[in-house]
């Protein structure tokens, strides 16, 4: 059967860092564009970056620039997403998708994860 699963997330200190791994079954990552997005309690979901298939990373956010970086290991037939000096803003649970168009709009990505939680807090 076909899935995303994320992994990777915890408690983490604010200035700390986590890196998430999103793995692939049943299909290849590298013929699909990967988004991350995160979902904080009692807000919408947002992108924050997409890796597309030639590795171009595209953010959705300016907020996260500069501190997340996503990267893609075919041979792992994964995607990870690396968070550094991370904030209590950042405390969402955290999501992969794929879509074959290049890194579009959330609404475009049309086969997800089920999330991994991110807590950023002292």
């Known amino acids: 059967q076909a899935q995303l699963v994320e992994s990777g997330g915890g408690l983490v200190q604010p200035g700390g860092s986590l890196s998430l791994s999103c793995a692939a079954s049943?299909?290849?990552?590298?013929?699909?564009?990967i988004g991350w997005f995160r979902q904080a309690p009692g807000k919408e979901r947002e992108g924050v970056l997409c890796?597309?298939?030639?590795?171009?990373?595209?953010y959705y956010v300016d907020s996260v620039k500069g501190r997340f970086t996503t990267s893609r290991d075919n041979a792992k037939n994964t995607v990870s997403l690396q968070m550094n000096s991370l904030k209590p803003e950042d405390t969402a649970v955290y999501y992969c998708?794929?879509?074959?168009?290049?890194?579009?709009?959330?609404?475009?990505?049309?086969?997800w994860g089920r999330g991994t939680q991110v807590t950023v807090s002292s």
């Open positions: 890796i597309s298939t030639n590795e171009t990373s595209i």
């Open positions: 049943g299909f290849s990552l590298n013929i699909l564009n």
């Open positions: 998708a794929a879509s074959s168009l290049t890194c579009p709009s959330i609404y475009r990505f049309n086969f």
